[in-house]
């Protein structure tokens, strides 16, 4: 079974950086064989896509593209989402997920079978 373990969030100010790591374990498994997402979901709102990387790179949504940036360090198991420029409407619980398959597809689609428990991230002066 693979587990997804978020962390990295905490209270920035505006303007500010943080990195999420997403790290990944199970038995068998090797990071390269799978897409892996980050989601947010804000009080009161609908979870939606932020970032997603597959054998293709990385894909972003409008609201953070040229501020986040998503990496892999296959050999630790662990993606990576660099947040800069950080927004009060950033503030969320960040969600990793992952999907046993590295085709863009997956990143299209936004369709993951993992689930990770999330990390807070603030953005408050």
């Known amino acids: 079974q693979l587990q997804l373990v978020e962390s990295g969030g905490g209270l920035v100010q505006p303007g500010g950086s943080l990195r999420l790591a997403c790290a990944a374990s199970g038995s068998g498994f090797t990071l390269d064989g799978y897409s892996i997402g980050w989601f947010r979901q804000a009080p009161g709102k609908e979870r939606e896509g932020v970032s997603c990387i597959s054998s293709a790179g990385g894909t972003y949504v409008d609201a953070v593209r040229g501020r986040f940036f998503i990496s892999r360090d296959n050999a630790k198991n662990t993606v990576y989402l660099q947040m800069n420029s950080l927004k009060p409407e950033d503030t969320a619980v960040y969600f990793c997920?992952?999907?046993?398959?590295?085709?863009?597809?997956?990143?299209?689609?936004?369709?993951?079978?993992?689930w990770g428990q999330g990390t807070q991230v603030t953005v408050s002066s």
């Open positions: 997920a992952a999907h046993p398959s590295p085709s863009d597809f997956v990143c299209y689609m936004m369709d993951f079978e993992y």
